[in-house]
């Protein structure tokens, strides 16, 4: 037993030497980063392990702290961590159905990414909120001291060995929620089964989206036992409150007979070409058409406005755009928080990472809406959305060859473009369920941690 645990002990030494090196060799990329585009600069601190104050502040009123006393009971916080925006929306309902459940809990929520951080202090509350720790032990146990989780709720599949070893050793139940495994990890993570199935064993619950990725979790070395399937959290996103843009934008459209509307969001370096080609051949049989243009990364909105420049297209920029007929021509969505209510205008829905291999991004923010989706054939990261709308004819698939084709087919027919979108929102509807049965298996997995607390101190009690 012993020289086994030497052994794990060794494993986790060598990682974590493993990951110094690397962030060691990779500073000069990360350095112009924050100088280039100000990225990471924001919660550095919270990162390497310092705690906020904000987040040692109680659930209710305590009475005064006595000495060496905590600052919460192990039993008053759930730990939820969503690493980025696409997370941070899927579990928004989770956090507020555990927030109803389990009244007298501190739920508190941690992300790794500054869009993530934005979205979720706007949703959850600034004092609820901060930066997720690097998978280093000087980092982690900070927050678990302060903290003291009972439960701790991972998005989708966050595997940071030693965030998952120190957790588990503090006492904390662990839960993968919404867990999938892509195309692109499947090969990785099988091949590394042998020490995955040590470091899996620490997760106490793990909720798949599909019975694909159940089998897959299992092939990785979860215990089978300790799967379920509770289906997609996303498909139980609710649409956000459209801000003031919207309406502006519809209201201006109207105005000026500008149309159709070409919604195309999160895309990637390498799509905006071949969007912008595409849009030059709608322009000739509809000369009003309108452009909304949303990339994903903030950094590369400059690019992006240099392309339009050299593309000699017409464009607004959203952050100076003051109503000024979009007719003919493009607004650039240079900020954030705005493209899901975007996708409202659209007449067709364009969601990207899709047209050059990235894998694709999420199409349920336009289904909310129920209008015409189209992506690109790379879509390996949402395979199982994307393959239940096909199945249901509720999204158009095409490569960079054929979308201009197929928007303007689907320009030209206004039945089956509108009946498109309305598959698409009957598909979004008949999914949807997955928060409540996910809140009922972490309930049961708290109530299990419940008796087992009370056994063990019976099991004291009856020793003294």
């Known amino acids: ?53 904000r987040l040692r502040w109680t659930v209710r009123p305590e009475p005064p702290p006595q000495p060496q006393r905590e600052p919460f009971r192990r039993d008053e916080v759930i730990w939820v961590h969503a690493v980025s925006v696409g997370e941070v929306l899927a579990v928004s309902g989770l956090v507020a159905e555990l927030q109803r459940r389990f009244s007298g809990h501190r739920i508190v929520v941690s992300t790794t990414t500054d869009t993530g951080q934005v979205l979720a202090r706007k ?28 439960l701790i709720v991972i998005a989708e599949t966050e595997l940071w060995p030693n965030f998952l070893r120190l957790a588990h050793t503090h006492g904390a139940r662990i839960a993968i929620v919404n867990a999938r495994i892509s195309d692109r990890s499947r090969p990785n993570y099988r091949r590394l089964r042998w020490l995955l199935r040590k470091m899996l064993a620490q997760v106490d619950l793990f909720l798949a989206q599909t019975q694909e990725d159940a089998l897959r979790l299992g092939e990785i070395g979860a215990r089978g036992e300790r799967i379920r399937v509770t289906g997609n959290l ?59 243009l949303a990339p994903r990364h903030p950094e590369r909105f400059e690019s992006v406005a240099a392309l339009l420049e050299n593309m000699s297209i017409r464009f607004w920029r959203r952050s100076v755009w003051n109503g000024q007929p979009l007719a003919g021509g493009v607004l650039l969505v240079d900020g954030l928080g705005e493209l899901a209510a975007l996708y409202a205008l659209a007449d067709i829905a364009f969601v990207g990472g899709s047209l050059v291999p990235r894998g694709g991004h999420n199409i349920i923010e336009p289904a909310q809406h129920g209008v015409a989706i189209v992506v690109g054939n790379h879509t390996e990261n949402f395979r199982d959305i994307v393959s239940l709308f096909q199945s249901r004819k509720a999204i158009r698939v095409a490569g960079p060859a054929e979308l201009p084709l197929v928007l303007l087919e689907l320009l030209a027919n206004d039945a089956e473009r509108k009946a498109l979108g309305q598959r698409a929102a009957e598909t979004m509807r008949s999914q949807t369920g997955a928060t409540a049965r996910t809140a009922d298996e972490l309930q049961k997995l708290l109530e299990q941690d419940r008796a087992q607390v009370s056994w063990d101190q019976g099991a004291r009690r009856s020793r003294l």
């Open 1 to 53: 037993m012993s020289v086994r645990l030497e052994w794990l002990e060794l494993i986790y030494l060598l990682y974590s030497a493993l990951l110094a090196a690397g962030m060691l060799l990779s500073l000069p990329y990360w350095l112009f980063q924050m100088m280039r585009y100000g990225k990471y600069r924001k919660g550095f601190a919270e990162r390497m392990g310092r705690v906020a104050d």
């Open 123 to 150: 949703r959850f509350g600034e004092k609820n909120v901060f930066y997720f720790p690097i998978d280093f032990a000087f980092a982690i146990r900070p927050y678990l001291r302060a903290l003291r989780p009972q």
């Open 234 to 292: 996303k498909f139980d996103q609710v649409a956000a409150a459209a801000p003031p843009i919207v309406e502006s934008l519809r209201n201006s459209l109207a105005a000026t007979a500008a149309g159709p509307a070409l919604v195309c969001g999160s895309t990637v370096e390498g799509e905006e070409p071949l969007l912008l080609k595409a849009l030059e051949s709608v322009l000739v049989a509809h000369p009003r058409a309108v452009m909304i």
